[in-house]
């Protein structure tokens, strides 16, 4: 699933692409991404409408239209957003074609991806976005906030940590690779952090998406930017996709576990469980 480096991204390499630009023909071929208001009224409410914004809310695109129109889209796991396809493409669901020559593809091989378009006064269709925690680059996400929002919480931190109202955009391999700079057991209940640790944690988590952003995320399968290009953040994991391997710090090697239904991949002398 393209998690927060990704989709910030898409972002980064569609905005200049599509800002100003007006959209001159919707196609949805797959009337199930469409949450809300349903394919046919997102086709006349994206018809003619100029794209004023594009910006990143979690793992969301959110793009602001004239009129005060919101079109949100989630790429969920195999989501693409295109400028250019590939011609052996199979998995086309809708398309958008601007005024400035450019056709802009979803692409999603296994259906999972949402997009709705609302006004304002309609957000109760809207789901998980309107409950988002803090941006992890943002000074809302800091040692406090991840010390309250663990208080009294049996759940493993791995598990907390994806939880999107407690921070938004965060995933698998991005927590992973938190923790493990942070020198914390996946495994470990919530509440039992200390004020030190939740800081080590909040530190960890803003040096991993920073890094992981300035490579243009990690492609393993699926992912590609808006302009099709490959992420190169894969190159620097230390444990996500690593069982079984040496860890780069101690030469132990790296152990999984299974938590929430993910696997979890953690050094136990670096991140040893207290």
Known sequence: MPELPEVETIVRDLAPLLTGARIIRV???????????????????????????MTRRGKYIVVGLDQGLTWLVHL?????????????????????????????????LRRFGDMWAFF???EEHLGGFRTLGPEPLSEGFSQDWLLQAFARRKAPVKALLLNQSIVAGLGNIYVDEALFV???????????????ECGKLAAAVKEVIQKAISSRGTTFRDYR??????????QLLQVYGRKGEECTHCGTLLDCMRIGGRTSVYCPRCQKQK
């Open 182 to 196: 942070a020198g914390i057991h996946p495994g470990r209940q919530g509440y039992s952090l200390t004020e030190e």
């Open 120 to 122: 304002p006064g309609e």
């Open 76 to 108: 969920r796991m195999t989501g693409r957003l295109l400028t250019k396809l590939e011609e052996d493409e199979r998995h086309l669901r809708a398309q958008f074609t601007l005024d400035n020559g450019i056709c802009l593809s979803y692409c999603d």
């Open 225 to 234: 930017s808006g302009l099709g290009t490959v992420g190169e953040y894969q």
């Open 27 to 53: 196609q949805v071929w797959d009337p199930l991404l469409v949450r809300f208001p349903g394919a046919e009224d997102l086709n006349r409410r994206l018809s003619g409408g100029i794209i004023r914004t």
